[in-house]
């Protein structure tokens, strides 16, 4: 099972970006995929973004909220995930996550599907 460490949260003004990095301690292999999630305080843990890939394919999920804002993009070479973050707005205050796992595709946006999950990042916009 992969081990994941989550980096990059801070604290930023509203309309700023942010690019969050969650590196591997193991491989990612061609099948799995990685997702971020956040938890406000109060709330329930939710699907941010995810990414996967098998063969020459690519793939890329948003939740509603995000798209248009942020990207998820990986660097095999450095066996990391990043998500950028531009235009945040304070409603995005919570902490980050980055999970793993061999999950299909219909079922990504699920924190059930993953079975390797980083501490957490803290990641607050002011208005």
């Known amino acids: 099972q992969v081990q994941l460490t989550e980096s990059g949260g801070a604290l930023v003004q509203a309309g700023g970006s942010l690019r969050l990095s969650c590196a591997a301690s193991g491989r990612l292999a061609s099948g799995n995929t990685i997702s971020w999630f956040h938890q406000a305080p109060g709330k329930e843990r939710e699907f941010v973004a995810a990414i996967g890939w098998s063969g020459t394919n690519t793939y890329t999920y948003y939740a509603d909220s995000v798209k248009g804002r942020f990207t998820i993009s990986r660097d095999n070479a450095k066996n990391t995930v990043y998500l950028q973050m531009n235009s945040l707005k304070p409603e995005d205050t919570a902490v980050y996550y980055c999970?793993?796992?061999?999950?299909?595709?219909?079922?990504?946006?699920?924190?059930?599907?993953?079975?390797?999950w980083g501490q957490g990042t803290q990641v607050t916009v002011s208005s």
């Open positions: 999970a793993a796992g061999f999950v299909y595709v219909s079922n990504y946006r699920y924190a059930s599907s993953y079975d390797a």
